[in-house]
C-alpha cells in the first residue's frame, strides 16, 4: 500500500492475555517505530528499528513489551500479560534513514484492556 | 533531557480568527523541530518542519519560525477555517530517529 498500515485498528484484551500489534511500513523505508499514546497525551517513543536491527528500546514501558522487525520490513509490537495501564493508542511510523527525511505514522492500534 | 511543552487547550475559535500555539522546548544538541497534525480519524500528519534557527516551516497557511533564543516554535495562521479543527501537536529530533511530543492542543473552529 502506499502508506503505513497497522491491525488490527481496534484490541480488546482481558487483563492477563498476550496481544500482537503489526505494522506495515512504508515499502523501501528503512527505519521504523513504535511510539506509545495515552489518552489527552502526546506519543511516547518505544522502540526503534533500522532494518532488521533494534537500535533503541528504552521506551519500552517493562519487560512485558517485546518488539520484532526480523526481515526487516513487517514489524510486531508483543505485550504479554496486559494491564489496564497498557491501555493507549499504539502508532507505527517509518522513514528513509537521514536527519531530514519525514516519519510517516499510521492510523494507529487502539488498546483497551478490561 | 529532549522535551516539548506546548499550549494546553482546547482552544475554541470562530472562522477567520488567527490562531496562535505556543510551543517551547528543552534539548541537548541542535534540534529539528516539527508541528504534526491529527484530523479527527486519522493518523499522525506531518504539517511543517523546521532543522535550524531562524528558519521558517510553513503549509497550508501554517507558519512557525524556528527561535533559538527562546527555545520557541510556535504555530500560527492568520485566518483558520472549520477544516482546521484538530489536534496539533508540536516535536522535535536530536539525531535521526526518535521525536519527542508534546501533550497535543485540540483546536475547534465554529462556522
Known amino acids: 500500500g502506499a502508506g503505513v498500515s497497522q491491525s488490527p485498528r481496534y484490541k480488546v484484551a482481558k487483563r492477563g492475555q498476550d496481544v500482537a500489534l503489526r505494522c506495515d511500513p512504508i515499502s523501501g523505508h528503512v527505519s521504523l517505530f513504535w511510539y506509545q499514546q495515552a489518552l489527552g497525551q502526546g506519543p511516547e517513543f518505544l522502540t526503534y528499528f533500522q532494518n532488521e536491527a533494534q537500535l533503541d528500546k528504552s521506551g519500552l514501558p517493562s519487560d512485558r513489551f517485546f518488539a520484532e522487525r526480523p526481515e526487516g520490513s513487517v514489524s510486531t509490537l508483543k505485550i504479554q500479560r496486559t494491564q489496564q495501564e497498557d491501555s493507549a493508542v499504539y502508532l507505527c511510523?517509518?522513514?528513509?534513514?537521514?536527519?531530514?527525511?519525514?516519519?510517516?505514522f499510521g492510523q494507529g492500534t487502539r488498546l483497551t484492556v478490561v | 533531557g529532549n522535551s516539548v511543552t506546548q499550549m494546553e487547550g482546547p482552544v475554541t475559535l470562530s472562522e477567520e480568527a488567527f490562531l496562535t500555539i505556543n510551543c517551547t522546548y528543552t534539548a541537548t544538541g541542535y534540534p529539528s523541530l516539527f508541528w504534526y497534525v491529527q484530523y479527527p480519524g486519522e493518523g499522525l500528519q506531518l504539517l511543517l518542519k523546521a532543522t535550524k534557527a531562524d528558519d521558517k516551516g510553513s503549509n497550508k497557511g501554517f507558519e512557525a519560525t524556528y527561535r533559538k533564543e527562546t527555545t520557541s516554535f510556535h504555530l500560527e495562521k492568520g485566518s483558520v477555517q472549520v477544516s482546521d479543527s484538530a489536534v496539533y501537536f508540536c516535536?522535535?529530533?536530536?539525531?535521526?530517529?526518535?521525536?519527542?511530543f508534546g501533550a497535543g492542543t485540540t483546536v475547534t473552529v465554529r462556522a
Open positions: 511510523a517509518s522513514s528513509h534513514r537521514g536527519e531530514n527525511t519525514e516519519a510517516f
Open positions: 516535536a522535535l529530533r536530536v539525531s535521526d530517529y526518535k521525536l519527542s
